[in-house]
């Protein structure tokens, strides 16, 4: 993947150039790469593992004990992730409604249809802890107050039964890090609160959650330590 340059407005008036590249990193004008910050969330995963595993069994056994199903159908999710954040994108960026896109139906009905939206995609970077982001969305309330969004799609069994419970932790600590560093960087963007929209994969319904940006914060901070204490350094 090429790499791609954004131009991040601030508060006193000038800009910063934010580059990422496909091994998602991130850096200012000609300064160090940076970690992106799912990279340094992989200590807050959550009870899955056997959740997974009964799911990864669960494909197998529906496909005829093909042992690649697991593996072709999380592609398959990324792909429909990916489809789905473009559709918004094209929705904030353009006004452009994908009609023929049931999952993009279902968050522009949750929550895209009566926000104020001001961007979409954005990069982002911590200029004290040293990590970059791209952020969902941005949208600014009737009081001016800036919020700021992430979208995830997510199986329609898994969540009936357990809702965002095994994945709250790590998907608080990812929108809180965004908020930080927009913060930090002094973003024209920085956010007074933070929605997660989740949208089922069958394009049955979503739901938008609140979330805790100052505890999702010390659940980054704390994960993020372990990253740099495991990888031998910052």
């Known amino acids: 993947m090429a790499t791609e340059i954004q131009q991040h407005l601030l508060k006193d008036g000038s800009d910063v150039n934010i580059s990422r590249n496909g091994n998602h990193q991130y850096w200012v004008d000609d300064g ?16 899955s593992f056997g ?17 690649d199903a697991p593996t072709r159908m999380n592609r398959t999710s990324i792909e429909v992730g990916n489809h789905l954040h473009k559709a918004v994108d094209a929705y904030i960026q353009h006004g452009t409604v994908d009609w023929e896109n049931p999952l993009f139906l279902s968050w522009f ?3 895209g249809k009566n926000t104020k939206w001001l961007a979409s995609e954005r990069f982002l970077f911590h200029p004290v802890l040293r990590y970059g982001g791209t952020l969902d969305a941005v949208s600014m309330q009737a009081d001016g107050e800036v919020v700021i969004h992430d979208l995830k799609t997510v199986e329609p069994e898994s969540w009936a039964k357990y809702g965002n419970s095994l ?18 960087m002094g973003s024209i963007w920085a956010p007074s609160s933070g929605y997660i929209t989740y949208v089922r994969r069958d394009g049955s319904g979503a739901e938008v959650v609140e979330v805790d ?5 010390k659940l980054f901070g ?13």
């Open 51 to 67: 959740v997974g595993l009964h799911w990864g069994l669960k494909m197998v056994r529906e496909n005829g004990g093909d042992l």
């Open 222 to 234: 704390v994960s993020r330590e372990l990253f740099v204490l495991t990888q031998g350094g910052e």
């Open 32 to 47: 160090p790469k940076m970690k992106s910050v799912t990279t340094m969330l992989r200590h807050i995963e959550g009870d």
């Open 213 to 217: 940006l100052e505890r999702g914060s």
């Open 109 to 111: 009905h949750a929550i």
């Open 167 to 184: 994945r709250v932790n790590k998907d608080a600590a990812q929108l809180a890090a965004y908020s930080d560093a927009l913060t930090h």
